[in-house]
């Protein structure tokens, strides 16, 4: 069993590399359905697995990549708990999303190349993950960011997706040089880059200065690829590709691999005095901020884009108070109801003909039935209602949690207001596009079974997912937490009255952001909404000051290279200069003779004369 | 057998720098074959016997004739006579390139040229023995690339009937 | 013995080149390398008799055979060259050399 580990990763990767070779002769039709096959069988190789259970952990051991000296780094893959929830994620949530693209870009340009990428993809995914050492986790880090690259820029035609595909690319760029020369940090001084050997290396000995360096920089890569702050500005505009791109790339996988980073190498974090906090604080204040950015965003996917900030925050946060069972339990629920909002959102796309304001849509609960209830099954889960939605067993434990662990205070402020925001930008996107008067549509759109089937599928389980972990003391099931004890450790979990008091304070900020979402909602018509103020439209400014603060020195040392340098200094000095010596060098033998061949052999005799010469003088 | 080998070594001097200043390339020609000859029997004291006959024969006897075939197919003005046209353009630095050449090898190789060793002769069964035992891969290569040559002389000459 | 016969391979290299470099005629070129080869054979042969080796003389064998084979193709392409260009001089050669721009 254990020798078909690679096979989880190796179906994707092999519908790649058929759809590279063969997709000519298959045409765009058959190769989406080889595409969509292949995540179909990794999700049955996952469910395997599932029965064999994952303790002891499977290693599978395929080659040796480099060894040199003290490195030495394998292609090894690994199967603990921790992965087998994140590959059934990617290659389940990833076959849905296949299946949903089948029709959504049934006609459309590139076909055969939006699913070689997407099949590279979750190959990538499934390498990041299952990975055993941090280097073949990096290259499965580059890998989903190339796809990512070229799945935003999809349709290339317009310039301003290849610009956003190229923003999403240069920053998780400058997270993926930071994670990679932390990766070197670590193995200077550990000498190794497993992982199972080196966590309990640098819980031993942890070095003082080397350590939280780079942890540090272990944590901007996780923070750029996880579109925390201030590393965020890429994935708004990235929503310029297909939105089954940004269910599958934003919500559910690519994102959350800073989250699995964090949570693989939580023992380094903890190793460095004060990280977890840092952590703990950076996500509850990414919460709190791309929640009220979405709140006054008027393009229904950049809603979605800033929520997945926001979402991730809390994850984040949750491996900052020491409880990374609960953030895995809401990457868990969060790729399954985020993933039904953005392939609703598709739907939506479809149906007012790619126009993406929110303003001119409406009314739609009675034209599309099916989608209103899948959508609202997401939405639900968003804002985290009570008992009913998953979310509420995993975000609002999280929050829990974060009000129990010293020095929480703030975090768990901020991730409470942030919930409320949650709760208002959800609803406010529900009631704005489903409900009120509904809007002429020139050209109805119905869905077919491929795109339903998967919105069923992810609306049953934005509902159903969280009964796996009820709070401590509640009946039902408790079976997340304590599965994942021995990999994960306990979470801090309130219980009797503080829990009960936590639980409806979480309820009644839920609550009270719904009537706020309907009343924004209200007033978003009116034409008075909170997509007038500037200041949250824009991110807080961020993506505009990073505009004028970075690409200018940039610009301008390229301006001063390319004249200073390289005209005056290299064409003028030092090619014109050596140009003038060699002519006159030239001419001059030139004079001597003047026949092609002769010249040659003279030269070659000359060489010769010279070489004895050398022979001769050289010191013995 | 001293005296005998530095006769000939003035002999094959005198017919090279003859070599070298025959201005009728015919005569040039004849000239090599000589000091070719001289080498024939050079070979014959360093204990080459077969050496020797390969020498006479294939190089004065088929080498050499290919020489003067290539003299007679070009026709009269191949011999060019007079002076001027014999000298390349340029040629004393071309000389003076090689004297110092010359200079440079003799001042290397002057203390090293002391080799005291009995000459033997190495019979032509031995050699046969050679050429058929470790070497026979290589006689087949060289047989091979002589007729890779033949083809291609042929074929560089393909169209020519047509023209004459 | 064997030094006499190491400068009568030093002559025989030294003429070739001679031809090689101040001759004007292609032939004459063409026979200077030749004896190019007869020199190289020469060392073959002194060094069979200096180690009492037979794979010297087979060296040397093999070099006579391969200068035949280098000279009959040259001398094949030499009627064509005066065929193709009507001259029989080294200098004669420049094709290239004209055909190339005039760079700086």
């Not at chain 1, 394998?74 to 949903?100: E, N, P, W």
């Not at chain 1, 629920?333 to 007012?352: D, R, T």
């Not at chain 2, 040229?113 to 023995?129: K, S």
Request: hydrophobic share 60%; proline share 5%; glycine share 10%.
């Amino acid at each position: 069993m254990a020798e078909w580990l690679f096979s989880v990763p190796g179906f994707p990767l092999l519908g790649a590399l058929l759809n590279a070779l063969f997709g000519e002769q298959l045409g765009p039709r058959w190769c989406g359905r080889l595409a969509a096959t292949m995540p179909l069988f990794s999700s049955l190789l996952v469910l395997a697995f599932w029965f064999r259970g994952t303790q002891p952990a499977i290693v599978e051991h395929l080659w040796t990549w480099m060894a040199v000296g003290d490195l030495h780094i394998d292609i090894s893959l690994r199967l603990d708990d921790v992965s087998l929830v994140m590959v059934s994620i990617a290659s389940f949530v990833g076959f849905l999303i296949h299946l949903f693209s089948q029709e959504y870009l049934r006609g459309d340009y590139g076909e055969r190349r939006y699913y070689f990428y997407l099949n590279l993809f979750v190959a990538g995914m499934l390498v990041l993950v299952l990975a055993n050492n941090l280097l073949l986790l990096y290259l499965g880090w580059e890998t989903v960011g190339l796809c990512s690259y070229a799945l935003i820029s999809h349709w290339y035609r317009e310039p301003g997706n290849a610009w956003a595909g190229r923003k999403a690319f240069v920053v998780t760029r400058i997270g993926d040089t930071a994670l990679l020369l932390g990766i070197f940090l670590l193995f200077a001084r550990y000498h190794t880059l497993s992982i199972p050997q080196l966590l309990p290396l640098l819980q031993a000995s942890p070095a003082p200065i080397l350590l939280p360096a780079a942890s540090l920089l272990l944590l901007i890569g996780a923070y750029a690829k996880s579109a925390q702050f201030p590393f965020h500005v890429w994935l708004p505009d990235s929503m310029a590709g297909p939105s089954t791109v940004s269910a599958l790339i934003h919500a559910a996988t690519m994102v959350t691999a800073g989250v699995y980073l964090c949570i693989r190498l939580q023992g380094l974090f903890a190793a460095v005095p004060g990280m977890l906090e840092l952590i703990a604080l950076f996500g509850a204040w990414t919460a709190f901020y791309a929640a009220s950015c979405a709140l006054a965003q008027v393009d229904v996917k950049r809603v979605l884009a800033y929520s997945t900030i926001s979402q991730l925050g809390y994850m984040f946060l949750a491996v900052g108070i020491g409880a990374p069972s609960l953030g895995l339990f809401h990457l868990l629920v969060h790729g399954c109801f985020k993933a039904l909002l953005f392939l609703g959102s598709g739907s939506i796309l479809l149906i007012y003909a790619d126009d993406h304001d929110i303003r001119h849509m409406g009314g739609l609960k009675s034209r599309q039935p099916f989608l209103r209830w899948t959508f609202l099954a997401g939405i639900f889960c968003l804002a985290a209602v009570p008992l009913v939605s998953a979310a509420f067993y995993s975000k609002d434990a999280i929050i829990d949690a974060s009000f129990l662990v010293a020095g929480g205070g703030l975090p768990y402020a901020l991730a409470l207001a942030g919930a409320l925001l949650t709760a208002a930008y959800a609803f406010r996107l529900y009631f704005m596009i489903f409900e009120g008067k509904p809007v002429e549509l020139e050209r109805p759109y119905q869905m077919g079974w491929g795109m339903k089937l998967p919105l069923a599928i992810l609306a049953a389980a934005s509902i159903g997912i969280g009964w796996l972990q009820f709070p401590p003391g509640w009946p039902g099931p408790h079976l997340w937490v304590p599965w994942l004890a021995p990999e994960l450790g306990l979470p801090p979990r309130p219980s009797g009255l503080e829990g009960l008091l936590l639980t409806l304070a979480g309820a009644s900020v839920t609550f009270l952001g719904i009537g706020i979402g309907y009343w924004a909602a209200k007033r978003e018509r009116a034409g008075r909404g909170f997509s007038r103020w500037r200041f949250l439209d824009t991110g807080w400014g961020i993506d505009a000051a990073f505009l004028r603060l970075f690409p200018a020195p940039f610009y301008a040392l390229g301006k001063f290279l390319r004249r200073g340098v390289e005209e005056v200094g290299i064409h003028g000095l030092a090619q014109g200069g050596l140009r003038d010596v060699l002519a006159l060098s030239a001419n001059g033998l030139a004079r001597g003779e003047n026949g092609l061949v002769s010249r040659y052999a003279l030269g070659m005799v000359l060489g010769l004369f010279l070489l004895l010469l050398l022979i001769w003088t050289w010191p013995a | 057998m001293i005296a005998l080998g530095l006769l000939l070594l003035v002999l094959l001097a005198g017919l090279l720098f003859g070599v070298l200043l025959l201005r009728d390339t015919l005569h040039a020609v004849v000239a090599v074959a000589a000091a070719l000859g001289v080498l024939a029997i050079l070979f014959y004291l360093l204990g080459a016997p077969f050496l020797a006959a390969m020498e006479i024969l294939l190089y004065l006897g088929a080498i050499l004739v290919l020489f003067l075939f290539a003299l007679m197919l070009l026709g009269p003005e191949a011999r060019a006579a007079s002076a001027k046209r014999s000298w390349r353009r340029g040629w004393p630095w071309a000389a003076l390139v090689l004297l110092a050449l010359a200079l440079a090898l003799a001042a290397l190789l002057w203390q090293a040229l002391v080799i005291d060793e009995p000459i033997q002769a190495i019979a032509p069964a031995r050699l046969g023995h050679a050429l058929f035992g470790p070497f026979l891969w290589w006689s087949e290569a060289v047989a091979v690339l002589l007729f890779v040559v033949i083809a291609a002389v042929l074929v560089l000459h393909a169209g020519e009937d047509k023209h004459d | 013995m064997i030094e006499i016969t190491l400068a009568a391979a030093t002559l025989l290299f030294f003429a070739g080149l001679a031809l090689i470099l101040l001759r004007r005629s292609l032939i004459v070129w063409l026979l200077g390398a030749e004896l190019l080869f007869n020199a190289a054979l020469v060392v073959a042969l002194a060094g069979a008799a200096r180690w009492h080796s037979p794979s010297g003389q087979v060296l040397a064998l093999f070099l006579m055979a391969l200068s035949g084979a280098a000279l009959a193709p040259s001398l094949a392409l030499l009627l064509r060259v005066k065929r193709e260009l009507g001259t029989l001089e080294v200098d004669g050669l420049r094709l290239l050399r004209e055909r190339e721009a005039q760079d700086g």
